[in-house]
């Protein structure tokens, strides 16, 4: 029988580790040629290691959160019906020739002369300290500060617990052994405190949001702008492009207010093209980007990922419609690719409905601009004579304060709601 050596393969795109986010067998299973022996993830995306063979597993390295280096050993499968190792197996290393040692000569330290001590004088026996009684209702227990506040906080009669402590002092060991037999006093309506504390290691998806935040939160000094923006005219619009028959329209995908923004966004960039960058803070280099690479923040199961619709300039309402959904399905679907999931120039962040009245989107590092969308409501607005029922939206913008004055991002923002109550302004050539 030989042994198959499973080495982490090169993911692509220069990557020199990944994230081992799942094992699919353990020591001692049998697997299937192409069976799915692990999945580990790189930037947003996650790659299934498949088995090259069928056989028993012998050697598993590695646990679920560790970075692992492109070409690690991961795996060793014992394989039947081989009898020479596979050219994936590495060559063993031949034992070194054995080297004939003397044996050495055992040395006996000579015993020491008898010297007569005294006996060591007998130990006093400490009588075992009976733990006190429990104190009766007037009595008021004794106990530091840091003790009583953790039993108010646990909902704990202190003279229901038996002290062990000097003069009846009750330990943070004689509360800990008090809540562990179940002890505890009612709160409320006969309700009990949940003292339970369960630890949810961060790996996987989770864990490169938290660093992508943390990365941008630590480096770029965000400005947020608020403007409210009348969407009657562009959701009349959306509408009646829905409704549509069917003939030649027939393979248009249903529109949402995002095809409409990011064809703003489009035209409201080619205004102020220093929107559309990467700001390079190591070297001190601002990158302006022809091609308008809008990411489009999506909830998955996993977590917040951002598929790109890449050159939404060249992409008329319904191709950034039909883009969107197919980029949304795949990131649900966790099919996304790893190219699908990067080398956005700027981002939309949306909630629909749970979008809230106003939010303080985090810029994509190293982007220099997010635009936020928070939820469609019919509120009352002022005509100048009278208030009337609009359909309102906000859009919440954050900014990288460094390279984009408050006044530009104004000037953006403003371009973008103009566009927006008046949409026929997106379909203008210019």
């Known amino acids: 029988m030989a042994e198959r050596i499973i080495k982490l393969p090169d993911v692509g795109e220069g990557v020199a580790e990944a994230e081992l986010v799942e ?99 007998p130990k006093p026996v400490e009588k075992p300290r009976a733990p006190a009684a429990p104190r009766t209702e007037g009595d008021r227990p004794l106990a530091s500060p840091a003790v009583r506040l953790r039993a108010r906080e646990a909902g704990v009669d202190l003279r229901q617990v038996t002290p062990t402590g000097p003069a009846g002092r009750i330990t943070h060991e004689d509360l800990d052994a008090f809540l562990e037999r179940g002890g505890g006093k009612a709160v409320g309506a006969g309700l009990q405190p949940n003292t339970n504390v369960q630890e949810v290691k961060v790996v996987g998806l989770r864990r490169r949001i938290a660093q992508k935040m943390a990365l941008a939160k630590s480096r770029i000094p965000h400005i947020t702008y608020v403007e409210e923006v009348d969407m009657t005219a562009l959701e009349e619009l959306r509408a009646r492009l829905n409704a549509q028959p069917g003939g030649a329209q027939k393979d248009r995908p249903k529109l949402t207010i995002l095809p409409f923004l990011m064809r703003a966004m489009v035209k409201a960039i080619g205004e102020q093209p220093g929107i559309n960058a990467h700001f390079d803070d190591e070297a001190g280099v601002i990158r302006q980007f022809g091609a308008v690479h809008i990411g489009v923040a999506a909830q998955t199961p996993a977590g917040l990922v951002v598929p790109v619709v890449r050159h939404a300039e060249a992409r008329d309402i319904f191709d950034c419609a039909r883009e969107v959904a197919r980029l949304s399905d795949a990131a649900k679907n966790g099919t996304a690719q790893s190219e699908e999931l990067s080398g956005s120039t700027i981002t939309i962040s ?37 208030f009337v029922p609009r359909k309102m939206i906000n859009l919440s913008s954050s900014f990288d304060h460094r390279v984009i004055d408050g006044w530009d991002a104004a000037v953006f923002v403003q371009r973008l709601k103009t566009l927006l109550e008046t949409p026929a302004l997106i379909f203008v050539e210019e």
Not at 364 to 377: D, M, Q, R, T
Request: hydrophobic letters at 40%.
């Open 23 to 121: 094992w699919h067998v353990q020591v001692g299973d049998v697997v299937q040629e192409d069976m799915v022996l692990a999945a580990v993830m790189t930037g947003k995306a996650t790659v299934e290691i498949p088995s090259p063979v069928e056989g028993k597993v012998t050697f598993r390295h590695g646990e679920v959160g560790d970075v692992i280096a492109t070409g690690t050993v991961i795996l060793k499968i014992k394989v039947a019906g081989e009898d020479a190792p596979d050219e994936h197996d590495e060559p063993e290393s031949k034992p070194e020739p054995a080297v004939a040692v003397e044996p050495m000569q055992e040395r006996v330290a000579p015993e020491p002369a008898a010297v007569e001590t005294p006996p060591p004088p």
């Open 350 to 386: 949306s909630l629909g409905a749970m979008g809230g009245i106003v939010s303080t989107p985090v810029i994509n590092h190293p982007e220099v601009a997010i635009v936020g969308v928070n939820k469609l409501a019919i509120r009352p607005h002022w005509d100048g004579t009278q």
